[in-house]
Every structure is written in structure tokens, then in C-alpha cells.
């Protein structure tokens, strides 16, 4: 069973761009969650979505979106870019119920310069 | 304020020695989960506790669930260098709805 896929895994961008990063959950898996983790805030929780809709949503501004396609594969969109948001994007692909247990693809290392 | 609170921050060891980290906080949680990431790297899942009082082996891991189900801790006996990682608790907060959070987590080197 192939496990979660992101890419692109580095991406370098210029502030005020905007950057796409693309995350394949696990085959049959219909929640994908997008986090972003800095060395000082830690994992930070950003949205969630199941079945196409977004279903959680963290404290971030708008330039931070996403979505999801029907066949479960995800993307998150950060638009107006400010150095601030140069972190490791981490994309998992979860199983539901009460015992969730979310299983991370390798990232995307995002640097604004 | 951390829902999920890990102690120490950092850990800095030999190569032999044991060492135990912590996850606590004041909520109850229906399961909680132990992953490890190493550098660059996405978090990789160890464990799931879900009933309280249990303890589960992973080789030279052992994780306890606190018998309210408000805190956890993994123990590992005789580091090695490949423990080396950061390590991080996960749980559902209460009415949480699939929206799992994470502890800071706790970064261990081993030294050989």
C-alpha cells in the first residue's frame, strides 16, 4: 500500500508570490489534514478536509487555503507569501473514528526569501 | 497554552542509557498516540493507547496511557543513536471531531 505522497518536497519562493503544494493520501483514506511545523511553534494544525468539504480549520489567515478533489488528493494554496510562512508543510492522511491515527507524508520544505 | 504538554523539551544522552519522556494535560482523551520525525522527515506513528492503565511494548519502547487517559509516557531502555529523533504525543481533544493536536514534542540525541 503506497503511503502518503507530497510534492513538490522543496520549494523556494520570492515574498508577495504564491505557492501550490499537492498531497496523495493513502489509498481509501478520505481525510487529509495539512499542518505546518516552525522550530518554534511546533505542529500547528491548519485545515481538514473529508469527502471534498472542509471539515476543521485552524487559526491561520486567509492566504492559507486548500482543497480537496474527488479522488481524495489534496491541495493547500498560500497566497501574498511573507517570510514568515517558510516551514515544513506536512500533509496526513488519517483514519476516522474515535481512535484516529493520522499518517504524515515526508513534506514540503517551504523557504520565502 | 499547550492542550497537550511534553516534558523535557530536550534530552541529550548516551548511547545505553535509559530515559523517559512525558505527555500530560488536564483532559481526557478517548486514545492518544506517540509518533517519532527525524529531521526533515514527516512524523512517523509508534503507538496508539486508548484504555487506561495500558502499557504497550514496541522492542525497547514502552508506552503507558494514565489511568484517567489525561497523560502518557514513553520509556526507552538502552538509547541507541537510531532513537535519536523528536518525538511527539497526539490526541483528540474533547469534541475535538477528527481534529487531532500535537504536543511540542520532545527532542532526543543519543550519543554514541
Known amino acids: 500500500k503506497a503511503g502518503v505522497t507530497q510534492t513538490p518536497r522543496y520549494l523556494i519562493k520570492t515574498r508577495g508570490q504564491q505557492v501550490t503544494l499537492s498531497c496523495s493520501p493513502i489509498?481509501?483514506?478520505?481525510?487529509v489534514s495539512w499542518y505546518q511545523q516552525t522550530p518554534g511553534q511546533g505542529l500547528q494544525f491548519l485545515f481538514e478536509?473529508?469527502?471534498?468539504?472542509?471539515?476543521n480549520k485552524g487559526n491561520f489567515p486567509g492566504r492559507f487555503s486548500g482543497r480537496q478533489f474527488s479522488n481524495s488528493r489534496s491541495e493547500m494554496n498560500v497566497s501574498t507569501l511573507e517570510l514568515g510562512d517558510s516551514a515544513l508543510y506536512l500533509c496526513?492522511?488519517?483514519?476516522?473514528?474515535?481512535?484516529?491515527?493520522?499518517?504524515f507524508g515526508q513534506g514540503t520544505r517551504l523557504t520565502v526569501v | 497554552t499547550q492542550l497537550l504538554e511534553q516534558s523535557p523539551q530536550f534530552l541529550s544522552i548516551q548511547e545505553g542509557e535509559n530515559l523517559t519522556v512525558y505527555c500530560n494535560s488536564s483532559?481526557?482523551?478517548?486514545?492518544l498516540q506517540w509518533y517519532r520525525q527525524e529531521p526533515g522527515e514527516g512524523p512517523v506513528l509508534l503507538v496508539t493507547?486508548?484504555?487506561?492503565?495500558e502499557v504497550k511494548k514496541l522492542k525497547r519502547l514502552t508506552f503507558q496511557f494514565g489511568d484517567a487517559r489525561k497523560d502518557s509516557s514513553l520509556h526507552i531502555t538502552a538509547a541507541q543513536p537510531g532513537d535519536t529523533g523528536l518525538y511527539l504525543c497526539?490526541?483528540?481533544?474533547?469534541?475535538?471531531?477528527?481534529?487531532?493536536?500535537f504536543g511540542a514534542g520532545t527532542r532526543l540525541a543519543v550519543h554514541p
Open positions: 496526513a492522511s488519517k483514519t476516522q473514528g474515535t481512535n484516529t491515527e493520522a499518517f
Open positions: 489509498s481509501g483514506h478520505r481525510s
Open positions: 497526539a490526541a483528540l481533544p474533547p469534541g475535538g471531531y477528527n481534529k487531532l493536536i
Open positions: 493507547v486508548v484504555t487506561g492503565g
Open positions: 478536509y473529508f469527502s471534498e468539504t472542509q471539515r
Open positions: 483532559s481526557v482523551f478517548s486514545s
